[in-house]
Structures are given as C-alpha cells and as structure tokens.
C-alpha cells in the first residue's frame, strides 16, 4: 500500500523522524486515501511531547496542546500534529477526564473509534493496520475498534458518527456496533445539541441520507428528533403516495440535488444545498397534527404546510441552527406547497408574496417532493414546474418590480409630493407595488406618483 502524502505532510513526518520521533499520518486522511478520495485535512500523529514538536518548528499553534496537539504552520497551511496518547475514564459520555501521554503507536491507535479510522501510515513503516481496517474499508464495514459497546460508552457522540459515516461512504455498520449503538441510545442525551445537529447535518447532505430510516430503527432518532419518529408512524392513505410521511420525506431528501436547472448552471452553493436537505427532511413535519380521514378511508393534511413553519423553527432552535438556517427552512417548509402557474401575472404575484430570493430553492424542493409521490405526479408536476422557471427567468431577466426596493418611488419621493409620514405613507406604496405587480409598465416614478396622488384625491 502506497500512500501519496502532500509535501508538506511527508517534511512534518520527516523532521520527526530524523530527530529520533516516529510520526505518521492518521485517521480519516489514510482513509480517504485509501478509497481515492481527497483528503480535506491531514493529521499526523508522533512520539513526540508537543513542546518538543514546537521546538523543531518556526511557526505553530497551541490548538489543543492540554490533549497533545499542535498545529504546524507551513506554507500558509496548517497540520495538527498530536502526541500518541491514552485517554483517562469517560466520566460525561463524551470527553475523558484527562489524558496521559504514551510512547505508543498501538495504544493510541486503540482509543479510537472505528478500524478505518485508526489506521497510520508513512513512507518508511508503510501501512499500519492493527485493528484490520483495510478489510473493513474493502467490506463496506463500519466497526467500532474493540469492543462496541466500550467505544460508545466512552463517548456517545460515537454513536451518530457510526450512521453519518454509513451515510457518508455508503457502508453497512457491522452487527455489534449496530446492537451497541441501539443499545445505548439513551445516552445520546448527554450530547449537546449542536453536535447533533452538526451529525445529522453531515448525514443528510450525504449522497445516502437514507441511513436516517436506520437510525430510526435503532431508537436513535427516538432521542435526537423525535418528530421524525411520529412522521414514519404517519401513514398517507391518499392516491398521491404510496409511504408514510417520514419514508416520503427521506425521498424528497434523496431526490433533492446541488446540480439543479434552478440554481444556475453553477447549480446551488453548499450553505443553499443544506437549506434544501433540511427543508426536505422537514417539509412535512406538520402532517402528523393535521392529518383527518374523509368518509372513503383518503387522509387529508389541511394547513400542515403552516404548522410544518411553526414545528422546524422550534426543531432547528432546538438544535441550536443560526438564524439563516432557521428563517430560510422555514420558509421554504411553509411555501412547499405553493400553486405555481406557469404565467406572468401568478408569477410576479407569487415572487411579492414568497420573495424572488426563495424561487429558485422552492422549485428544487418542489420539483423534489414531486418526484417522491405515485404516478402521474412524479412526472406531470416537475414538466410544469420548468414552465413556471422560465417565466421566472422571463421576469428577472427585464428586472420587473415585484418588491418595494424595486419600485420606481420610494416615501421620499412621495413626501417631497406633498404626503405625510405615516402609516398612510406604507398603505401607498404597497397599493402602488400592487399596481405594478399587476402591470410591470407603470412602474415610472411620474406614473406612480400621479397615481398616488389620484388615489388620494379619490
């Protein structure tokens, strides 16, 4: 097995070495590596007490140096280097009470969480695989190193990471951790909130967000968003679907993408990508508390698309989302539903009341959720909604006003025309926009404050 390791990452590991330390890199970049993948970081760990890494270096950083790590500065790029260690007693479920440090690769190797992320590697030793995580990594296995229920007791973070990594590299989690994970469900409670919602994050942009249904089955969304509980006890006896509301939810999740006609031939940004998966997730949250059953045995959903708004604001506040994340998905969970008309009028009407920064991540989750229902819906509605995108496009393309920031006049203009500040002055400028909404051709500011002015008069 040969490892191709950045410059940078081979001098760090050489300076090591030729001061008497092993050194290696570690963890998830050897497994990356090793599937083929690009790395995002590169860790190296060493024999090396972190203030004798710092002397044999110009430039570091203190990152962590109480847990043994170091960040080595090198050519504007930075690498943690850390110390083998051994961790002390798990007294949290989350973080050791304290850590010693040890002159041994295979003691720090064995206080990791799973076998192909607790595999080393460098030039001169090659692959150091103690744990059998190639076999894993060539099995499709997620296994905890050791004893499964050991690695999660110690910190149940571990838990989420075993379904995210599922999720992340399309791999099965093997028996043990599987039954150790479900077993120990509970203690996912001492986590914080924001490492959950960083997991599920990470999981749902995954090209497997599907592993959730998986996580459902083990209790473990039982304890992180027991909404998603009741929405797969929700059933959908409607011609429109065929799965309950989670399993058609994790759909939409699947059929949601990046690349999309609607965000451009760039397609949508990671932040607007995670707006979307999230949004999917989460669109039908609120049919659980709506749902009602007509005299022919259809279930009908009156209102969730609002009571859904309401129940992901509470959700992502819950799991501590910032403010974008919660206003945007929001939204678009309260406008899913929306009846798009692939004509001009409907369309600037929709852009005043939704907000023409929200289309094209509507359409997508549109076009998504479609996609997740029976037939004729799965292919009639997504045909419309490319009608519906060019008007759109029409529309911005001639910058028509359907937002007061676009109309020609502003309350300045209409109090140099002689109105007063007020709330009357708010009440003229949206009948205004209205009007402009409706005919594009009258938004001149001497046509507006003329019809400004007849409307007072009147």
């Known amino acids: 097995m040969v490892i191709e390791l950045p410059k940078q990452v081979k001098q760090i590991i050489t300076t090591l070495q030729e001061h008497g330390y092993e050194a290696y890199a570690v963890g998830g970049c050897v497994r990356d590596a090793m599937l083929g993948k690009e790395p995002q970081d590169w860790d190296i760990t060493t024999s090396a007490l972190p203030m004798q890494v710092k002397s044999l270096f110009r430039r570091t950083v203190d990152t962590g140096i109480q847990h043994g790590t170091v960040t080595v500065l090198l050519d504007k790029e930075g690498f943690e280097v850390t110390t083998y260690r051994v961790d002390g007693k798990y007294e949290d479920g989350r973080h050791p009470k304290e850590v010693a440090f040890t002159a041994s690769l295979t003691e720090d190797l064995k206080r990791r969480d799973f076998t192909i992320n607790a595999m080393a590697y460098n030039e001169k030793e090659g692959l150091v695989d103690l744990f059998s995580g190639a076999e894993d990594l060539d099995r499709g296995i997620i296994r905890c190193v050791g004893v499964a229920k050991e690695r999660f007791s110690e910190d149940a973070l571990r838990i989420l990471r075993a379904f995210r990594f599922s999720a992340q590299l399309d791999f099965t989690i093997e028996e043990e951790t599987l039954a150790a994970a479900k077993e120990l469900a509970g203690t996912l409670r001492k986590i914080s909130a924001e490492r959950i919602y960083a997991e599920l994050t990470k999981l749902l942009l995954s090209e497997h967000p599907g592993r959730l249904l998986t996580a459902y089955e083990c209790d473990i969304t039982e304890v992180i968003l027991p909404e998603f509980d009741r929405m797969c006890e929700t059933p959908q006896r409607h011609p429109a679907h065929y799965t309950n509301v989670g399993l058609h939810s994790l759909d939409t999740v699947r059929t949601v993408k990046q690349m999309s006609e609607y965000g451009g031939t760039a397609g949508f940004s990671s932040e607007e990508f995670r707006y979307l998966r999230l949004a999917a997730l989460f669109h039908d949250v609120g049919k659980p508390d709506c749902r009602s059953t007509d005299a022919e045995g259809i279930d009908h959903f009156h209102g969730h698309a609002e009571?859904?708004?309401?129940?992901?604001?509470?959700?992502?506040?819950?799991?501590?989302?910032?403010?974008?994340?919660?206003?945007?998905?929001?939204?678009?969970?309260?406008?899913?539903?929306?009846?798009?008309?692939?004509?001009?009028?409907?369309?600037?009407?929709?852009?005043?009341?939704?907000?023409?920064?929200?289309?094209?991540?509507?359409?997508?989750?549109?076009?998504?959720?479609?996609?997740?229902?029976?037939?004729?819906?799965?292919t009639e509605g997504p045909e419309n909604l490319r009608k519906v995108w060019q008007v759109f496009l029409g529309i911005k393309s001639r910058e028509e006003c359907t937002s007061l920031k676009d109309l020609a006049v502003n309350g300045s203009d209409l109090i140099a025309a002689g109105f007063a500040p007020g709330k009357e002055l708010g009440e003229v400028l949206n009948r205004l926009l209205l009007s402009v909404i409706e005919a594009p051709e009258l938004n001149q500011k001497e046509v507006l404050l003329a019809e400004a002015k007849k409307k007072r008069e009147s």
């Open 307 to 378: 009571a859904g708004a309401d129940s992901v604001k509470k959700i992502l506040r819950r799991l501590k989302a910032d403010n974008a994340t919660i206003d945007t998905v929001s939204r678009l969970v309260r406008w899913h539903d929306y009846p798009f008309v692939p004509e001009e009028r409907p369309m600037r009407r929709a852009m005043h009341k939704i907000g023409a920064d929200l289309i094209p991540l509507l359409l997508e989750l549109r076009r998504g959720d479609l996609v997740a229902h029976a037939e004729p819906y799965r």
